[in-house]
Each structure stands twice: as C-alpha cells, then as structure tokens.
C-alpha cells in the first residue's frame, strides 16, 4: 500500500489543524493504521492509532484528549485531528499502516510495515 500524507502547515498555539492520509489499493481496510512524529532533533514518537474497522483507537499520553485520529474506508484514508496545539506538538508527522485485521492497535513503531512520507506542522507560541 502506498500512502500520501497531507494537511501540515503553520498554526498558533490553541489552534487546530486536520490531516489527512490517502492509501492506495483497495485492501485498506485490512490494514491498521497510525500516526507517528518526528520532532526536530527528536527520535520517532507514537501518536495515535485506529484498527481495521475504526471501532479501536489508542493515543499517547501527550496528545489524549486533544487529537482525535479516524479513517474512512470507503475513502482509503486515515485522519488526524489536532486541537488545543502546543509548540511541543511541532514535528513531522507520519502516517503508517499495519496488515492487521483484527482489532489490534499498534502502539510499537517497528509494528507498521508502510509508512507514507511526511507533512510538516509547526505551531508557533
């Protein structure tokens, strides 16, 4: 599977933002799918996941409660809405997709055999 990431720009702090990753193929729905960061300097962080079906989410402890991640089958694509942002949240953002159609959310970076390339979200202070 292929994946596009898309939506990362320029935010103020408080603000929001949506992102987006469309897939490719048509057995996206057999696979699980999530978000990972890079901030700069930074190693790899987890950030949200959702299973095949979108019925299972996990988040990271830094983003619970302000990022929301969702995916739309019919669409091949995977979401990511951001509120309530922190310049802590600037990174670049990944998104990255497991074979795994059970109810599983990957949390473990080395779990995603996909990844797509990155969007940048910088929020300023």
């Known amino acids: 599977v292929q994946l596009q990431a898309s939506g990362g720009g320029l935010v103020q702090a408080g603000g929001s933002l949506r992102l987006s990753c469309a897939a490719s193929?048509?057995?996206?729905?057999?696979?699980?799918m999530g978000w990972i960061r890079q901030a700069p300097g930074k190693g790899q962080e987890f950030v949200a996941a959702?299973?095949?079906?979108?019925?299972?989410?996990d988040y990271a402890d830094s983003v619970k409660g302000r990022f929301t991640i969702s995916r739309d089958n019919a669409k091949n694509t995977v979401y990511l809405q951001m509120n309530s942002l922190k310049p802590e949240d600037t990174a670049v953002y990944y998104c990255?997709?497991?074979?795994?159609?059970?109810?599983?959310?990957?949390?473990?970076?080395?779990?995603?055999?996909?990844w797509g390339q990155g969007t940048l979200v910088t929020v300023s202070s």
């Open positions: 990255a997709a497991q074979k795994d159609s059970t109810n599983h959310v990957a949390r473990s970076i080395q779990e995603y055999d996909f």
């Open positions: 193929g048509r057995t996206f729905s057999t696979y699980g």
């Open positions: 959702v299973n095949w079906s979108g019925d299972n989410t």
